[in-house]
């Protein structure tokens, strides 16, 4: 019991020492970028605000979210606080400007979170496709895959294909070089990634998992993140050189033997922190690499951020 104790009191501390090493580095570093005073004036139509006539694919700071359909995961106030990474629906993220989107599933087509369970993904396909209809120009990627643990979705890249198809920009390198009007009425770059069945082939309706690609680290601690994130992302080529999608996910997670198990108040840690993570990119000289920046809990300042940027690009001032 004693040793138990010890660990648990050196994790309090470690966790301590982070925050505080958290917020001495915006103290000091501040949270100032290109486009951090700009805000797009309508968050719904952001990427149409910018134009899609200006506006290239490898151009953008995407606003994304992660585990973006577990607003609705296990049961409320019992298993839910344990897996809920999001609190607005897909369509609302959608509303509020995040344009990638992280879904898990399982094979009966369930979204999961682990061994939790949440609604069909017939959900999530609908929520797009809604807010594609009610706008022209917004691209979204959405990354589905297999949950760990779980089998694959039988003949899953048909469904998505009979689901998305009319909306499914086309494997093809050549995107990341185009603009968003080039690539219209298509909408949807949907990369799907299967434990055990086929990647989708090259050209095909769906990309693959090299299409999307980061460096997770397993950990509650705000400034091992950071940290780790910034490395990684700095060992990137430039985002306008790359034929792939790299992400951040500005997250951390909890750990089973830390007393603390609910998301909310351990990715509150770092959560305050995007617009930080983005002006040290620039202190850092790698600010062209940011491409994908993930959150839990979308809000709206989380978007204006990423949005500001990428106007910022737009004007040759980032």
Known sequence: MGAVVSK????GKAIH????????LQKNGGIV????????SDRRIWMASIGAEKLRISQIVWPGTHDSATNKIGIPLITRPFAQCQSLSIYEQLKTGARVLDIRVQE?????????????????????KRFISETESEIVILEIRTEFGHDDPPEFDKYLEDKLGEYLIHQDDNVFNKTILELLPKRVICIWKPRKAPQPKAGGHLWSAGYLKDNWIDTDLPSTKFESNMKFLS??????????FYRVENTVTPQA???ILCVKPVTGRIHAYARMFIAQCFARGFADRLQILSTDFIDEDFVDACAGLTMARIEGKA
Not at 8 to 11: A, G, M, N
């Open 235 to 244: 060992q990137q080529p430039p985002a306008q050189q790359r034929k792939y």
């Open 17 to 24: 020492s982070e925050k505080k090493l958290m917020i001495d």
């Open 33 to 40: 970028f290109p486009g951090s005073d700009s805000p797009p």
């Open 257 to 259: 033997d830390n007393p």
């Open 8 to 11: 648990q009191v050196e994790r």
């Open 108 to 128: 009966d087509r369930r979204v999961c979170h682990g061994i939790l369970l949440s609604y069909n993904v017939d959900i999530v396909i609908d929520d797009v």
